[in-house]
């Protein structure tokens, strides 16, 4: 069945340095993507998206990679902060459903 | 502007048991999921509606029902609990069926002894 998997289920960065965090999706019919955070205790919080027409898009700080040949995309994350801690979801849709990974806890080192 | 409220925030149930856990959504969308997520499991989809009067089955249906009577409003219903239905449950809702972001909830925290 369809599947969304994140490569690292934890990565430790440096406050100041740049997160790269990692997802790969196996529908190829998939055409719209987003990126959740969730801080312990709360529900996940929309990051960015990205439909499959672009393979780049900018917001404030963070920016999403979208690689269709691979079925891969990432989320980059500038100069890191401690408020950036938490776990971030990746997910898929192609129509009414979302398929959404397993998340990587970002740990923000001081 | 609420956004997506649930409740409760957290409930602990018998086996055997029945209960509904609310949500609700002050934003007029059209499109609202269910889903539970569980430790490694990432969030998993269990039913959605596209509008009022309309609900479909997601990823793990099973052991669950709802219904949409108003756009506001996506109960999900627990007909007879089991260990296994422990979990913590997202209510989501978005302005269209797909290619929306979807806003969430803070959860239900359910504990089924």
């Known amino acids: 069945g369809e599947s969304v998997g994140l490569h690292l289920p934890t990565l430790s960065v440096q406050e100041g340095d740049n997160s790269i965090i990692n997802c790969a999706y196996s529908n190829s019919a998939s055409d719209y993507f987003i990126w959740y955070k969730q801080e312990s205790g709360k529900g996940p919080q929309f990051i960015i998206d990205i439909r499959s027409n672009m393979d780049k898009r900018q917001g404030q700080r963070v920016t999403v990679l979208l690689n269709k040949t691979v079925k891969h995309l990432s989320l980059q994350i500038a100069a890191t902060q401690p408020g950036d801690s938490a776990v971030y979801f990746c997910a898929a849709s192609g129509g009414y459903k979302y398929i959404f990974g397993t998340g990587t806890r970002l740990k923000v080192l001081a | 502007n609420a956004g997506v409220t649930q409740t409760p925030k957290f409930q602990v149930l018998k086996t055997g048991q029945s209960m509904t856990l609310q949500c609700a959504q002050d934003?007029?969308?059209?499109?609202m999921s269910w889903y539970r997520q569980d430790p490694g499991m990432g969030l998993r989809l269990i039913h959605y509606s596209v509008g009022a009067g309309i609900t479909d089955q997601g990823e793990v249906p099973n052991g669950y029902n709802v219904s949409r009577s108003t756009t506001e409003d996506f109960p999900l219903r627990l007909l007879s609990a089991a260990p296994s239905q422990t979990s913590v449950y997202f209510c989501a809702s978005s302005y269209e069926a797909g290619g929306q972001p979807q806003h969430f909830g803070d959860g239900t925290r359910l504990s089924i002894l």
């Open positions: 934003m007029n969308h059209e499109y």
